[in-house]
């Protein structure tokens, strides 16, 4: 049995990423793929109780980055291995890369922590290919006030607080060794789009 591939999208608040979940999970599935969509936090029942408190509840910053880490356990243990182990693919709204760039940059907690906890949750299990929508900071935003939901405890904060998050997520993707495929995310949704489906061709 082949192992799944596990395919997650990142980027700030507004930059896009959301809009493409559904589109991407189609093209994987036309080409016969069996694939489980989630995201983070959340992804289980526990997980997304996590994510209520973690979106709603001021917390303390090793609170919230250990919460973020106990969801993704247990998205780990009860729907992402699983899956892959069965041979299903798993494409994922986030994963630990969120937590660098938002816990770790946006934060500023120690990089060295969060390398801690992913090594215990994760141990060497990372994405085989992360899709990093990027955009500037000021049209993320504009984007993100032109949605009619209220905007939750992360939206809330400030332009800095996005510039160091989307600063952490360029830096990690000039890390990544090509795991991290940045996507300009200012061009129109077809441009967005065709650039996709090269890109999932070769995975
Ligand atoms: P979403 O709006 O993309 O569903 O994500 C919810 C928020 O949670 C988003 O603002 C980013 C934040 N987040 C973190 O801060 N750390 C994490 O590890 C994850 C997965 C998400």
Do not use: C
């Amino acid at each position: 049995m082949t192992r799944g591939k596990f395919i997650t999208l990142e980027g700030v608040d507004g930059a896009g990423k959301s809009s493409h979940v559904d589109w991407l999970a189609g093209r994987l599935r036309a080409r016969g793929i069996t694939l489980v969509v989630t995201r983070e936090p959340g992804g289980t029942p526990l997980g997304e109780k996590l994510r209520d408190i973690l979106l709603a509840d001021s917390m303390h910053l090793e609170t919230e980055t250990l919460l973020m880490f106990a969801a993704r356990r247990e998205h780990l243990d009860k729907l992402i291995v699983p899956a892959l182990e069965r041979g299903d693919w798993v494409l994922s709204d986030r994963f630990s890369d969120a937590s660098f760039a938002y816990q770790g940059g946006g934060r500023g907690l120690d990089f060295a922590r969060i390398r801690v906890l992913e090594a215990w949750v994760q141990q060497d299990l990372q994405p085989d290919l992360t899709l990093f929508f990027d955009l500037s900071v000021e049209l993320a935003r504009q984007r993100l006030s032109n949605t009619s939901m209220p905007p939750d405890r992360f939206e809330k904060e400030g332009a800095p607080f996005f510039e160091r998050v989307r600063k952490a997520y360029q830096t990690r993707a000039i890390e990544s060794g090509g795991r991290i495929r940045p996507i300009d995310s200012s061009r129109s949704m077809d441009e967005i789009r065709q650039e996709l489906e090269l890109i999932i061709a070769t995975i």
